[in-house]
């Protein structure tokens, strides 16, 4: 089965920027959809941003303009580049793969710390 492994994440204070990667062990190509989600603590988990099969994006609006998903088939890599970066992204970050009928596979996440 495909592993989902992340990294990127760590402390950066806020205005600043980091670029999460999401390395798949097998090919993504032909999964529906691929996608970063976040949970802070005490919140439930929320969907940042998510790339589908064709290319298409999607945002959460609190992201939206600052955040930028994109996929490299060829490496099995999903990224998500975060600027302006403010304490209230501060969360877990985790990477998913929406496989259509077979369950979501899910990475072990990725700690962001965004300091006032």
């Known amino acids: 089965q495909v592993q989902l492994v992340e990294s990127g994440g760590g402390l950066v204070q806020a205005g600043g920027s980091l670029r999460l990667s999401c390395a798949a062990s097998g090919s993504i190509f032909n999964f529906n959809a691929m996608g970063w989600y976040r949970q802070a603590p005490g919140k439930q988990r929320e969907l940042v941003a998510r790339?589908?099969?064709?290319?298409?994006?999607n945002y959460a609006n609190s992201v939206k303009g600052r955040f930028t998903i994109s996929r490299d088939n060829a490496k099995n890599t999903v990224y998500l580049q975060m600027n302006s970066l403010k304490p209230e992204d501060t969360a877990v970050y985790y990477c998913?793969?929406?496989?259509?009928?077979?369950?979501?596979?899910w990475g072990q996440g990725t700690q962001v710390t965004v300091s006032s």
């Open positions: 790339i589908m099969r064709g290319g298409n994006t």
């Open positions: 998913n793969a929406d496989r259509g009928w077979l369950s979501d596979l």
